[in-house]
T-cell receptor, first 112, second 113 residues
Framework: SQQGEEDPQALSIQEGENATMNCSYK?????LQWYRQNSGRGLVHLIL?????REKHSGRLRVTLDTSKKSSSLLITASRAADTASYFC????????????FGTGTQLKVEL | NAGVTQTPKFQVLKTGQSMTLQCAQD?????MSWYRQDPGMGLRLIHY???????DQGEVPNGYNVSRSTTEDFPLRLLSAAPSQTSVYFC????????????FGEGSRLTVL
């Protein structure tokens, strides 16, 4: 399968805590992207990490990539109720162009 | 910019009826694609296009047709709807400048009775 697989499937935390979700994939990639989907909405691009990068930050988001283990993690620091959403990783396989496949995502719930 | 616009947002069909889900983008993106999202299944790629006049099949193309006559539009046609096509459909586009970052529409929720 070309898609990423997110883990855990569901995560519930308190506001202010950090949330970590993981992604594993099976093929050689050009980059790996993370997306967020709020309930009933389309996916929104969060961050892209290239295959030659190991870590990337964007605001409260921190993404790591380990190509030797074919895995990535997304850390959301100081979570807020507004972070409640589903999060998807999408590995962009080598030679696949813009064709992305998605797993079932991690459903994050941030409680007040 | 409106981004990616999908119409209709909701549609109910009877088995055997046909319809077209519309998708338009105003970002001059070369790449466009259609996904369906079902509970517990994630998003699955139906068809995609790398430019006007060029389309190709994704993971689950059966029962769906597409065409790409212009850069802006990428309609998805259901010729004979089946209950198994009940789903939420998302259109997405991407341009060369953003290294494959997909921009998604808000989705079209289709129910086939």
């Amino acid at each position: 399968s070309q898609q990423g697989e997110e883990d855990p499937q569901a995560l519930s935390i308190q506001e202010g805590e950090n949330a970590t979700m993981n992604c594993s994939y099976k093929t050689s990639i050009n980059n790996l992207q993370w997306y967020r989907q709020n309930s009933g909405r389309g996916l929104v691009h969060l961050i892209l990490i290239r295959s030659n990068e190991r870590e990337k930050h964007s605001g409260r988001l921190r993404v790591t990539l380990d190509t030797s283990k074919k895995s990535s993690s997304l850390l959301i620091t100081a979570s807020r109720a507004a972070d409640t959403a589903s999060y998807f990783c999408a590995p962009a396989i080598t030679g696949g162009g813009n064709k992305l496949t998605f797993g079932t995502g991690t459903q994050l719930k941030v409680e007040l | 910019n409106a981004g990616v616009t999908q119409t209709p947002k909701f549609q109910v069909l009877k088995t055997g009826q046909s319809m077209t889900l519309q998708c338009a983008q105003d970002m001059n993106h070369e790449y466009m694609s259609w996904y369906r999202q079902d509970p517990g299944m994630g998003l699955r790629l139906i068809h995609y296009s790398v430019g006007a006049g060029i389309t190709d099949q994704g993971e689950v193309p059966n029962g769906y047709n597409v065409s790409r006559s212009t850069t802006e539009d990428f309609p998805l046609r259901l010729l004979s709807a089946a209950p198994s096509q009940t789903s939420v459909y998302f259109c997405a586009s991407s341009g060369q400048a953003r290294a494959g970052e997909l921009f998604f529409g808000e989705g079209s929720r289709l129910t086939v009775l």
